[in-house]
């Protein structure tokens, strides 16, 4: 997993996923960047190699743009726990994530 405190910007979050796919990993847990509009501008930002999967953290306040933004980056899924396990309604949540990545 690459945290979110490892990097700042669109460029250094692109190489983040460089250097994991580089690697070999087949797939990466990271957090969303602070600035997808950014990443999308980056001519060598290729997110289907390898697979991005959305970290979780801390329960989001904005859970379905986040998910929404992620999926609209390139992100082939998720790997959350506290914000489906702790959430009010989790089925509900449960229905946003597959709202959002089942195509």
């Known amino acids: 997993m ?3 405190s490892d990097w700042n910007s669109a460029k250094d979050f692109n190489y983040a996923v460089r250097v994991c796919n580089e690697l070999g990993a087949d797939l990466i847990k990271i957090h969303l960047p602070s600035d ?3 990443v999308k501008k980056l001519d060598n930002f290729h997110p289907n190699e390898p697979a991005l999967l959305l970290a979780g953290g801390e329960n989001m306040s904005n859970f ?3 998910l929404q933004a992620a999926k609209n980056l390139g992100f082939q899924g998720i790997c959350l726990g506290r914000n489906i396990f702790q959430s009010e309604q989790p089925l509900e949540t449960l229905k946003i994530i597959e709202n959002v990545f089942k195509n």
Do not use: I, T
Request: proline residues 0%; charged residues 55%.
């Open 2 to 4: 690459v945290g979110n």
């Open 36 to 38: 997808v509009e950014e």
């Open 64 to 66: 379905e743009e986040r």
